[in-house]
Nanobody, 119 residues
């Protein structure tokens, strides 16, 4: 099993910045990728950004140019730097860890951290 623990959410004004962190522990030697998803009330959970163990990065269109994902492989930690935040970025942000197993990939989720963008 893998445990993912997020930190860094909070309340910020429009145009502000926040940095999220997610540390993976446990059976983390077979991590394929780590990433961030978000879910606003009444909406589905959407990919925000993802980074593979080989450092390939994917961003959703709605955060390109504003958010930056990075990772510290030695610490099994992924970061999400969020700049120029907008009210529509308000959501619960979830860390996702993809672990390789025989036959495929298993997803592990953090508990979520609330990000609220409001004046």
């Amino acid at each position: 099993q893998v445990q993912a623990v997020e930190s860094g959410g909070g309340l910020v004004q429009p145009g502000g910045s926040l940095r999220l962190s997610c540390a993976a522990s446990g059976n983390s030697f077979s991590i394929n990728a780590m990433g961030w998803y978000r879910q606003a009330p009444g909406k589905q959970r959407d990919l925000v950004a993802r980074i593979t163990s080989g450092s390939t990065i994917n961003y959703s269109d709605f955060v390109k140019g504003r958010f930056t994902i990075s990772r510290d492989g030695a610490k099994n930690t992924v970061y999400l730097q969020m700049n120029t935040l907008k009210p529509e970025d308000t959501a619960v942000y979830y860390c996702n860890v993809e672990r390789r197993v025989s036959g495929g990939i298993v997803h592990h989720w953090g508990q979520g951290t609330q990000v609220t963008v409001s004046s």
